[in-house]
Structures are given as structure tokens and as C-alpha cells.
């Protein structure tokens, strides 16, 4: 099973590339016109990325009283990015990651969970700061649009839900148990009306919500931990930015303050809310005609754009296919959970 399972993830990577291989001959012909020495600068500030990403995951875990090292956070966490990016499931499928590892380890599921759901809702907190700069330098310039403004809604929205979930488990496990149960209940009566069979428990639902509460008493203990990975969430973004500001500078393109934090905040925010998997083909055309509405002339705004994807999109990307062989060399992975 674990054979196949990687003989399939590995197939949609093929096809996933090959589908997209016209973006990623532009990366490479673009790439090459650029600056290499902030280009390669723009590689490092990649890596330090990851390896932020690797610390918000170490301390949101040891909050929780689980403990895992950062060097395996670092590779759990590329896997769970690149399968979410070739298998999308709505992040579930790269939750597996973290929630097998836990299963193999002894540790809770349920707290596993409560880690990825921190992360993801610490993430949209950090980037909501940052979002609210860039639609005031939108709204400034007169460039603030019901396309910016419907994404940002949508991400508040998805984030307050995510919080109000988080703050109901803290308070009252027994409510939450009660959420999941109907919401099993409501998912099992969509299955029968389609004429299949029940695919999830209504009873291992909301016993799994009571060990996501267990997990949240935690938190509610020693909030004064999650200190550290909300600015971990926010130096994230930071790091990005300084991505996109090297692209900048690799190809030399006039620029101000404003325009690096508007410009990222328009790629960000779709590639949050977008459809497609990370944002693929929605980013570079939102980011592009971002840049463009902010002065930038098209041809230059085109160049920082493919740019910033193959470092921030293409290079994560490969660096999982390897995360994802390690992970799975090792023991069994499932890229979906039924409780």
C-alpha cells in the first residue's frame, strides 16, 4: 500500500509539472535575465523560510506538550506542502503528514490537529496585518478593487471561523463534540441522498473533537506560548517580502515601499483564497496586474512575477518531492483520514 500510494503521489507530480511546464519554461528563461547574485540572496531567504516555517511548527507543538525535533518538523512540513500542492484536499491531505507521524510516535492525533490548525489561523494572522498596509497604500492610490476587497473578506471570514472554533473548544469541549457530531450527521445524510455509503462516524467525530479540546486546555493554560509563534507567523511574511523586494533588485525595476507591500499583499492574497492548487496561474496574473497598477511597466512587473513563483512556489515544490520521499521511505503514509 505504501508503494502504491507513493507510485500515485508521484504520478500526479509528472503530470502536475508537465501540465504547468509552460510556466516553468518562462521561470527558467526569465531567471536567467535577471541579477544571479540577488537571485541566489532571494534562494537563501528561501531556505531561512522554511526553516521558519519549521520553528512555528516546533513551538505550536510544544504549547501543545507534544515535542518533535526541528530537522524532521522541517521535512514533515515540505511533504505536507507538496502534497496539498499536487493532491489538493483542502489541506487535509498534508495534515496526514503531521498527523501519521504523531500516530507512529504515540502522540495525539487530536493535538496533532490542534497544531495544524494554529499554524494555519497564526499564518492568516500575520498576513491579515500585513494585508491591512497593503490595502491602505491600495485605497491611497486609488487602486483598491472588489476583487482585492472580496478575497480579503473571504480570508477574514475563513479565519474568524477557524478562531471561533478554537475559542468554543477551549471553553466548552462538550459544544464542540456536539459541532462535529452534527456536521458528521448532515455530511452522512449528503452521502445517502447520493446513494453511498457513510464515510464518516458521527461517534469517532466527536470523540476525535473531545481530544482536539483535551489539546486546547493547553492553550487555554499558558496562552503566553503562542507569543512567540504569532511572531514567527508574521517574520514569515516578512521574509517573503524581502523575496519579492530582491526580485526587485535582480531586475532592476524602480520601486517604493508602498508598491513591495501592496504588490505582495495582492500575491498572497490569492494565493490563500485561490481555487487552484497554491495559486497556480491566479498569482501571476493577480500579482502582475498588481504590479502594473502600481507603476510598474508590464514587461518588468512579468519578470518579478515568475521570478518570485519559481523561488517561492517552484523551489518549495521540489524540495517536498524529496521531503515526500524521505517521509515515505520510512513508514506508511495515508493522504486522507476518516474519524
Do not use: H
Not at 510516535?105 to 499564518?123: E, H, I, N, Q, Y
Amino acid at each position: 500500500m505504501r508503494k502504491f500510494i507513493f507510485f500515485a503521489i508521484i504520478s500526479l507530480t509528472v503530470f502536475f509539472v508537465i501540465t504547468n511546464f509552460t510556466e516553468v519554461q518562462s521561470i527558467s528563461d526569465t531567471i536567467q535575465n535577471g541579477d544571479w547574485r540577488f537571485l541566489l540572496l532571494a534562494l537563501i531567504v528561501e531556505f531561512l523560510w522554511l526553516l521558519n516555517i519549521a520553528l512555528s511548527y516546533k513551538f505550536i507543538f510544544r504549547s501543545l506538550g507534544l515535542n518533535e525535533r526541528i530537522p524532521k518538523l522541517l521535512i514533515l512540513s515540505s511533504a505536507a506542502n507538496f502534497i496539498n500542492v499536487v493532491a489538493p484536499t483542502g489541506g487535509i491531505g498534508g495534515m496526514a503528514v503531521l498527523i501519521d507521524n504523531a500516530k507512529q510516535k504515540g502522540d495525539s492525533s487530536g493535538r496533532t490537529t490542534v497544531a495544524g490548525v494554529l499554524f494555519v489561523l497564526l499564518d492568516y494572522i500575520g498576513f491579515l496585518i500585513v494585508l491591512t498596509l497593503g490595502l491602505i497604500v491600495l485605497f491611497r492610490r486609488n487602486n483598491l478593487g472588489s476583487a482585492e476587497l472580496t478575497a480579503s473578506a473571504i480570508l477574514f471570514i475563513v479565519a474568524l471561523i477557524m478562531a471561533t472554533l478554537l475559542v468554543i473548544g477551549m471553553n466548552s469541549p462538550r459544544t464542540l463534540s456536539r459541532i462535529f457530531y452534527n456536521a458528521t450527521t448532515k455530511l452522512n445524510q449528503v452521502f445517502i441522498s447520493l446513494r453511498r455509503k457513510k464515510r464518516v462516524s458521527a461517534i469517532n467525530s466527536s470523540r476525535f473533537a473531545y481530544e482536539i479540546a483535551n489539546g486546547l486546555k493547553e492553550i487555554r493554560r499558558k496562552p503566553e506560548r503562542l507569543i512567540i509563534p504569532a511572531g514567527l507567523a508574521l517574520s514569515s511574511k516578512l521574509l517573503l517580502i524581502c523575496i519579492l523586494l530582491l526580485m526587485f533588485f535582480a531586475f532592476d525595476v524602480s520601486f517604493s515601499v508602498g508598491t513591495i507591500i501592496a504588490g505582495f499583499s495582492i500575491g498572497y492574497l490569492f494565493f490563500v483564497v485561490s481555487p487552484t492548487p497554491a495559486g497556480l496561474g491566479i498569482v501571476e496574473g493577480a500579482l502582475t496586474l498588481g504590479l502594473v497598477s502600481l507603476n510598474v511597466p508590464l514587461n518588468q512587473a512579468a519578470a518579478v512575477t515568475l521570478a518570485y513563483r519559481g523561488v517561492t512556489f517552484w523551489v518549495p515544490l521540489l524540495i517536498g518531492v524529496l521531503s515526500f520521499r524521505m517521509v515515505s521511505g520510512s513508514k506508511k503514509i495515508d493522504t486522507a483520514y476518516t474519524y
